[in-house]
């Protein structure tokens, strides 16, 4: 949306006579992404769903992890909002956010909103003071929309803090459904019968599992993954609530179970590392190239996050009968609950304005969860979510499983804990794990860093 | 959104208080360097100062108090916890080893460097080739530690054996009929690794003072050495060398400052993962990424104790080279 657009001419104009300071001007409205193309006309859009904040005005920051195409979707996503209220959303996307939104509240330049992905971070804001609770109307859109699971995590004494934004399924395994044809390899249904699978594959030659934990700053958080859907099959959900907050000891014999199961696949020189090399490769192999090797065989699973699918070429088929598709990673006995784990952003407002309240009321509408989901490789966990605009298979599947009723869904763990045992000290003993070190020895490690 | 000056004022006003205090420290330097003479110099030079030293006490000398202020409270800043986050920062394994690293980086990386830098000087002086010779090794400064180290990271890459390999220390190792290794998993390898790529960037500094230094030995005196008989070798131990001291120092102090704050190397190769972390990115990764804004200070804290003497040095030894001239 252009606002004020005569006063921000005239002065660009003298800027511009300043001479070089016009390549600063342009090279910053590059930098914010918002060059050219965003003005959406209000007389194109029908702007009857909007009608409700049709009278606010004004600017609103949001902050976010997302960035170029992601963030680009998004923009997109809300344009006709912004041209039907005269609200102008301006979002930043940085790669630092975890480590930069506490500097920015702490230095007294908060972003209206931020979308924060770890329930960890969410509370820390919380606790320091600086998040404010929802307005009304969000709050009757997320009891509307979110299941008591999702809300729970930003439900701190009694008070709502933010609303769900995105949502992924992280207890998915790649695979390729035309290497399983060929071999006649079926999706296994148990644990035992993924086992029996792997141990097939590694007979005919070929490392079933690929495997890697490499994010640069964020290097072993695929590891915790692994983990948590271990430990959500082996000890079940009450465990793991007890373990994600602490009610039990990290290093607790059932956690240290599950590490063992996770570990006959992770740490089997047999399964791993397809085409990456040992073990050891498994630190060093970057979680976005890790899974590629399905493609040609050179692996025939990969456990990630249905997000993985961005990372095929345009000429990849995702779907069941495709080049790749995911199954749920299967319980421990055949007909047990699946259960099943992700992750996901919340919006989080840290200002109380009517504007503000606007955005993030739209944000938490199902409304607004179709207009981003229709721009593809998107999924919410908003019950009232069309999921036939979806179009990207993998984001289907993910959102046929996270919108089932029979769900339950568990929060990915390591963003739910404290953020110096979440996002520091499991992800480094999850490099120490595969590069060598004694289950004993991580657990206890991580144990000792609880604060 | 257009560029407007009203919307951006606020941003600039701040650029230009940074502008201000960085010349104020420059100017503070050189008001310890030179030190005026007579009390008429001094008042007018803390006249002209104040302005900057206000902004100075407000940029650099207020986030040291309260950097320090920090270390002695809990992660909220609240509650006064003495010394405790010290105390951790000695008892917890994983810190000790960062210590150690920093202690392996600041042993090795400087001399290393400019040992390096020395050597080269000292070869490619006068030579035919010099300027071209010299701009080889100069250039790898033009690259910033953080695109220095995307280099080297290909450079360490590792592929299995049954597969081409990218990185050139593995396709090095396969020529000769080895078996690639994971060289940045390697421990304490990986660290000397990374020391490597600091030595690369910065031998081309310590190479350009010094050949500047050896260029202004007299030549008379190397013509006298000469023709006393001296060889290369008692040339550069007797004439050479001492000529050159107080300008190794300076370039030995340098490096030291900035490998005692190294980050950016770490950051991008390894993250600090792998036992490879040093006191600039565990202070980071404590007081951003992990929120222990007092363990994260404290820290700080001790990085700046063990910097400040290395630069009362060079102050020093600055001050006394004007003396004498």
Known sequence: MPRTESGNRRHLALVAAAGSAVLLATGCSYLSGEGGGGGTDAADVDCAPFEAWSDVEGTVSIYSSIRDEEAERMDRSWADFEACTG?????????????????????????????????????????????????????????????????????????????????????????????????????????????????????????????????????????????????????????????????????????????????????????????????????????????????????????????????????????????????????????????????????????????????????STPEYANSRASQGAWVSANRNMDPTVIEDPASQFAAEVLLSPDTVFHFDGSDAMPSSVGTNVFWNGMVDWVTGTSTGDVLETIESAWP | M???????????????????????????????????????????????????????????????????????????????????????????????????????????????????????????????????????????????????????RFVYAYRPADQEQYGLFNQIVVWFGGEPRLWLLEQPLNTFLLILVLIWVQAGFAMVVLSAAIKAIPAEIVEAARIDGAGPFQLFRSITLPSVWPTLLVVLITITVQTLKVFDIVRTMTGGNYGTSVIANEMYSQAFSQGQTGQGSALAVFLFVLVIPLVALQIRRTRKARELS
């Open chain 2, 2 to 152: 257009e560029f407007s000056f009203l919307d951006e004022l606020p941003k600039i006003v701040w650029m230009l208080i940074g502008i201000a205090a960085f010349l104020g420290v420059i100017g503070l330097l050189l008001l310890l360097v030179d030190v005026p003479r007579t009390r008429r110099d001094r008042w007018q030079a803390v006249l002209f100062l104040s302005p900057a030293l206000l902004l100075l006490a407000g940029g650099l000398v207020y986030p040291v108090l309260r950097t320090t202020y920090l270390s002695f409270h809990d992660r909220s800043g609240d509650e006064f916890v003495g010394l405790a986050n010290y105390i951790w920062m000695f008892q917890r394994p994983e810190i000790l080893q960062v210590l150690w690293n920093t202690l392996l980086w600041v042993a090795f990386a400087p001399l290393l460097a400019t040992a390096i830098g020395l050597v080269y000087a000292v070869l490619v002086d006068r030579s035919r080739f010099e300027p071209v010779a010299k701009s080889l090794v100069f250039m790898p400064m033009a690259i910033s530690f953080v695109g220095a180290s995307i280099i080297w």
């Open chain 1, 87 to 363: 609200i102008d959303i301006q979002h930043e996307g940085s790669g630092e956010f975890e480590a930069q939104l506490p500097i920015r509240l702490e230095g007294g330049n908060a972003p209206d909103l931020a979308l924060i992905p770890q329930p960890g971070l969410l509370q820390r804001v919380v606790d320091d003071g600086y998040a404010v609770p929802v307005a009304d109307g969000v709050r009757a859109n997320a009891e509307e929309g979110w299941g008591e699971d999702w809300l729970g995590y930003a439900t701190f004494d009694g008070e709502l803090y933010g609303t769900p934004y995105g949502a992924n399924m992280k207890s998915m395994v790649w695979y390729s459904p035309t290497y399983f044809a060929d071999n006649d390899y079926e999706v296994p249904q148990t644990w035992d019968e993924m086992i029996e699978l792997s141990d097939t594959i590694a007979e005919s030659g070929t490392k079933p599992w690929c495997v890697g934990f490499e994010s640069g700053d964020a290097t072993g958080w695929p590891g915790t993954d692994w983990i948590e859907n271990a430990l959500l099959r082996s000890a079940g959900t009450d465990v793991y609530n007890q373990w994600v907050s602490h009610e039990i000891p990290f290093d607790d014999p059932q956690v240290a179970e599950a590490f063992e199961l996770a570990g006959d696949i992770v740490r089997n020189p047999d399964y791993v590392n397809g085409t990456f090399g040992e073990v050891e490769s498994i630190a060093v192999t970057s979680f976005q190239e890790a899974g590629l090797p399905l493609l040609d065989g050179g692996c025939a699973m990969y456990l990630m996050g249905s997000f993985y699918s961005a990372q095929f070429e345009e000429g990849v088929t995702v779907a069941e009968d495709g080049d790749v598709y995911g199954f749920v990673m299967p319980p421990m006995e055949a007909g047990a609950e699946v259960p099943v784990m992700g992750g996901g952003e919340f919006a989080v407002p840290f200002a109380d304005r009517p504007e503000v309240a606007a955005v993030h009321e739209y944000l």
